[in-house]
């Protein structure tokens, strides 16, 4: 397993680049850079979620989308319990732990990754395989005063290249984050997951539509519109009080 992280209304875009135009910059093949490793360089070096994120100090991109898609919905709230599944290199985590307030001692932000990362104020970090049979309980103990309120997953499995066994990948990674998220969710909680376009499939969706009272797919603007990148958002979770 591996994680990958890469919320604001529709003038995201716009608002991030402060209304200035972005000089396209272009990238050559050089030495042992290949053709995808340029085009993937040049997407980094002109993308303005990439600009923004170093100037404000965020670990990745992907803290965007979790603003975004929170800015919309509004799930992470003030004194909440919230772990991060897969968290390296720490957007979702930072982001998370500003929004329940962690750093203020009100919320709380467990994050788990088997990749170092550097800390963040107010997350506290497990370095381990989220798919460690150990894990769950690891997570269990360190939470203060209940039961999560949040579960976030942006993990990713590795690729081979092969559609469908890497769609198969990161749906076996949702289905094991979902599974956790209903044994560990306090009722009224949230699940926010990565899944793949093409929709949840049907295994999961009914799963999550029979533990939450609304299931969404969201794909937030930071996402990158060729990007086969989607979430489902699952929020109300009913507990015991399933129907």
């Given at each position: ?69 929170d ?6 709230k ?51 395989d ?7 309980d ?45 044994d560990?969710?306090e ?10 376009q ?15 009272r ?30």
């Open positions: 397993m591996t994680s990958s992280k890469s919320g604001g209304g529709k003038g995201s875009r716009q608002s991030l680049s402060g209304g200035q135009r972005l000089l396209h910059k272009k990238v050559k093949t050089a030495g042992k850079r290949s053709v995808s490793s340029a085009r993937w360089l040049e997407r980094q070096l002109n993308d303005p979620y990439v600009a923004a994120s170093k100037r404000e100090g965020l670990r990745s991109r992907a803290a965007y989308k979790l603003r975004e898609i800015a919309r919905y509004n799930f992470l003030a004194g909440q319990r919230v772990i991060d599944l897969g968290a390296a290199p720490g957007g979702w985590s930072q982001v998370a732990a500003e929004r329940v307030k962690a750093s203020d001692g009100k919320g709380q932000v467990v994050a788990i990754d088997y990749l170092n990362f550097e800390p963040l104020p107010g997350v506290e970090i497990i370095e381990m989220f798919t460690d049979p150990a894990a769950e690891m997570l269990k103990s360190r939470l203060r005063g209940g039961r999560a309120d949040v579960v976030l997953s942006d993990m990713a499995a590795p690729t081979v290249g092969h559609a469908k066994t890497d769609h198969m990948r990161i749906m076996g990674l949702a289905e094991t984050a979902a599974a956790f998220a209903a560990v969710l009722p009224g909680g949230s699940f926010l997951c990565k899944v793949f093409g929709g949840t499939e049907r295994d999961l969706l009914d799963a999550l539509k029979r533990d939450f609304i299931v969404r797919h969201v794909k937030p603007p930071a996402s990158r519109a060729e990007s086969s990148e989607l979430y489902v958002l699952a929020t109300g979770f009913r507990g015991g009080q399933r129907d």
